[in-house]
């Protein structure tokens, strides 16, 4: 086991400012030496933001945090030395890399034109990637067959590792600082990724800092801090035998079976193929009207990818024998009338904001996608996801699960025939599942599709009478 210097961090009557928005307010914290935290509380009460105080990304005008493993003499060496000694992985891991290479689009994972702009996975480790071997990495965690893989073509949980490995092999840290590590992530992922925070927290002297809801943590977790409406609610130890049973999904309503009417989506032998990497072969998936539909199956099966075959963003549906609403893809609509009549809400949509986008309010965010939306259906969004405190800030203060409200509330703004929903739960406390849950019953219609991509057997109980595995 590495002997580790004994850490602590503490944060003295901090305050913080975030694009203009003063948060944090006479704020103090103490970690000390082998601790291991959660950080839990309601969506938008600060948790990602006291990860951005600690990792130096916010602004803090007034107060002090201390770091006992950092001598620096200067300003400089100080701030070097922070940036070596604390990692801070965001939730959205793609835009951590999206700063390094410039002309990322949406549908850039797609398409071979401008892959020369694109890293390897291989090029993101660095020339330390022949020391993975040196890591005790599970087998279902590996990634040696991703790495000759453009980054843009990783699922997000792909993504994820590939991140934390990268921050190993570049120097293991003191601090790791992990914001909703495991949304996105498959069951067996989940697992693989505690063994492995377990591993490099033990063997390698690693302190650990997780944003988390209601998942199983690593054993290693040791203490819990709740937060309410940027201050701190209470400190407790933690115990990571059991679930964080303070913020659970909520029990489940099942949905009654629903009569099939005509088919939707025909996909028949479908393949797609990136370089030598085959995503799908021989796959076929009749879908009808009024079906409730989960997509299950591991991390990089193409789940996502198939969602993009639907919703027309994938240029390889005109060369597959692809079906929607009883018409082949390519024979003359267009991409527009597609997306008329299917809404889809997914976790990309937050990694490729325009940049444009993350200075207008949620709302003006909203209105810039649907520009002849009725603000009434807007206002009543609003009021059934109690976004009234956030829906007018800057999209780029919101929290990850404010973000994910936002979307949700651009999907349901008007009624489509089909509806693709990829982890639309991930993110949000158990009081917002309980607000998309119950909207969900009140407002889908039953001649609606709906398409589900999750990893969670409670989202299957309750809102699926069909599965579809994926690879």
Known sequence: ????????????????????????????????????????????????????????AVHIPKGEVHFSFIEGSSWDER??????????????????????TQGLYYQQRYYGIGDEMVHLVRDMLGENVSALHSFNIPESLSIQHLLDLDITKLSNGQLKKVLLLRVLLAEPPQFLLLDYPFEGLDTDSRKDLCDFIDFIATELGIQVIIVDHYHQLPRVINRRLTLNNFDIV???????????????????????????????????????????????????????QGERWALIGRNGMGKTTLFSMIFADHPLAYSQEIYLFGRRRGTGESIWDIKRRIAYMGPELVSYLAPKSIGLSARDYIRSVNRKMDENS?????????AQ?????????????????????NCFLTQKELLLLDEPFQFLDARQRESLNSYLHTHLKGETTLILITHYAEDLTEWTNHTKVVG
Request: aromatic share 8%; proline share 6%.
């Open 378 to 386: 807007l206002n009543l969004l609003v009021a059934h996801f109690n």
């Open 234 to 288: 209470s400190e407790e130890l933690y115990s990571a035998s059991k679930p964080n049973e303070t913020t659970q999904p909520s029990t489940h309503i099942t949905t009654p079976p629903l009569a099939s009417g005509m088919p939707v989506i025909d996909i028949r032998n479908l393949r797609i193929q990136y370089r030598d990497h085959v995503v799908l072969d021989n796959f076929s998936w009749i879908v009808n």
């Open 389 to 409: 405190d956030f829906v007018d800030k800057p999209v780029r203060v919101l929290s990850s699960g404010q973000l994910q409200i936002m979307l949700i509330m």
């Open 79 to 100: 701030y070097a030395e922070r940036r070596r000694k604390i990692h801070y992985i965001p939730a959205h891991a793609i835009q951590s890399f999206l700063s390094e």
């Open 1 to 56: 086991m590495h002997e580790a210097f004994p850490s602590m961090i503490e944060l003295k009557n901090v305050d913080a400012i975030k694009s203009g928005c003063r948060l944090f307010n006479n704020f103090s914290w103490r970690i000390g030496p082998g601790e291991h935290w959660v950080i839990c509380g309601n969506n938008g009460c600060g948790k990602t933001t006291l990860l951005e105080i600690i990792s130096g």
